[in-house]
């Protein structure tokens, strides 16, 4: 009889044995290691842990969160490993090896609103100029149609917060490459608005001055 062994993920306890323990704990550390000397390194390990979390419940029972090893076998095939993405050779042999699922969902695009993000998410999500969506709004609106159809979307439509949901509105598979990827692009377009941020201040210093 086995012996059963608990695991805390993100503040998750997941119930397996011991071989399935050992190997879920090997994969997570594997991943620490890899992005512990990289910039940026803990928000993506922190995404890439939640990610696998958001995997490992879809398949268990709410109730006793037991997975066993088919389980963590395949969120590592969903999510590949840190060596598959060192160098794009590699990359691109994950690719040939590994077919990861693509969903797409829709979600409000809160980092591209003009409003509440309905329409820049319908753009995501078509892969449409969001500008489209906002004329048929404005159209609707001075035509008399109802308005509310946008404050429905506005409510019912969740926001696209995490990672995760980012990728999943442009319908990119979440793994680790595109995890790492997308933390990197967003950390980038934050330096680039604070560094135009504090050219406009210091422009506006000088011509005070």
Not at 158 to 165: K, L
Not at 174 to 187: G, L, M, P, T
Request: hydrophobic residues 35%.
């Amino acid at each position: 009889m086995k012996s059963t062994v608990s695991i805390n993920i993100q503040g998750v306890v997941f119930h397996t044995d011991e071989a399935t323990q050992q190997l879920l704990s090997d994969y997570l550390t594997s991943i620490r290691v890899h992005f512990d000397k990289k910039g940026n390194g803990d928000e993506i390990v922190n995404d890439i842990e939640m990610r696998i979390v958001e995997l490992l419940t879809q398949r268990v029972d709410q109730s006793t969160r037991i997975i066993d090893k088919q389980d963590v076998e395949d969120v590592m095939g969903l999510m590949g490993s840190p060596s598959d993405f060192d160098n794009e050779e590699s990359r691109n042999e994950s690719k040939r090896v590994l077919q990861y699922p693509r969903r797409k969902r829709l979600y409000r695009d809160i980092d591209h609103r003009m409003i509440g993000g309905v329409c820049s998410g319908l753009g995501a999500y078509f892969r449409l100029d969001p500008t489209l969506f906002r004329l048929i709004f404005v159209v609707a609106t001075v035509s008399g149609l109802s308005p509310f159809v946008y404050i429905i979307l506005w409510i019912v439509v969740p926001p696209a917060r995490t990672i995760a949901d980012k990728l999943e509105m442009y319908g990119e598979p979440v793994n680790i490459s595109n995890i790492e990827k997308a933390i990197r692009e967003e950390v980038g377009n934050l330096r680039d608005r604070f560094g135009e941020y504090a050219g406009r201040a210091k422009s506006t210093f000088k011509g005070n001055g």
